[in-house]
């Protein structure tokens, strides 16, 4: 069947560390891959995307990566700070017109 | 320039109840879709459109139903409200196949 996990539990980290989160999926072929911040009860907030064919993306202080082969993300915020505290969202590209298959997302928590 | 708006911001429904939401995309935007999000997941693709139609949709029922203006903006429709149906609901525009603008959503609790 056709899954996409992420870090079930939050991730704890202090200010100033380097926070990585994990995204994998299974029996998806998607021409790209996204990235969202949510903040409670708001909308999602793009971030990133990257196609299957580049292997890393940077913004400012973001960074992610697309193994194709792994059928995996990593999302790095270096220099982390309280503000970065937010859920994260990892989304495929899965039937055309850019829709988007959601994972469950991943709570970060930066303390000071 | 405004983003994408939606409204109501908060709605109250009874069980076999209809409930349309509204959605406006961000300018220059002639897609949208919506998505619902049970709380504690990511958001589910319903359906998405485009030029007035129905171009692509997720694996809801038929009591889920839609529409698109000719200035693009779009309503969800709901029909006969079950219990499973309180969630955020999410409208996003985008203009071409890529990055989508969410709004900020409308939250309907189904008692």
């Known amino acids: 069947s056709q899954k996409i996990e992420q870090n079930s539990e939050a991730l704890n980290i202090q200010e100033g560390k380097t926070a990585t989160l994990t995204c994998n999926y299974t029996?998806?072929?998607?021409?790209?891959l996204q990235w969202y911040r949510q903040d409670p009860g708001r909308g999602p907030v793009f971030l990133l995307l990257?196609?299957?064919?580049?292997k890393e993306k940077r913004k400012e202080r973001l960074k992610v990566t697309f193994d194709t082969t792994l059928k995996q993300s990593l999302f790095h915020i270096t220099a982390s700070q309280p503000a970065d505290s937010a859920t994260y969202l990892c989304?495929?590209?899965?039937?055309?017109?850019?829709?988007?298959?959601f994972g469950k997302g991943t709570m970060l928590l930066v303390s000071p | 320039d405004a983003g994408v708006t939606q409204s109501p911001t908060h709605l109250i429904k009874t069980r076999g109840q209809q409930v349309t939401l509204r959605c406006s995309p961000k300018?220059?935007?002639?897609?949208v879709s919506w998505y619902q999000q049970a709380l504690g997941q990511g958001p589910q693709f319903i359906f998405q459109?485009?030029?007035?139609?129905?171009?692509q949709r997720g694996n809801f029922p038929d009591r889920f139903s839609g529409h698109q203006f000719p200035n693009y903006s779009s309503e969800l429709n709901v029909n006969a409200l079950l219990l499973g149906d309180s969630a955020l609901y999410l409208c996003?525009?985008?203009?071409?196949?890529?990055?989508?603008?969410f709004g900020p959503g409308t939250r309907l609790t189904v008692l």
């Open positions: 300018s220059g935007h002639d897609t």
């Open positions: 459109y485009y030029e007035e139609e129905e171009r």
């Open positions: 989304a495929l590209e899965t039937g055309g017109y850019s829709t988007l298959t």
């Open positions: 029996n998806y072929s998607p021409a790209y």
């Open positions: 990257i196609r299957e064919n580049e």
């Open positions: 996003a525009s985008s203009p071409t196949d890529n990055e989508q603008f």
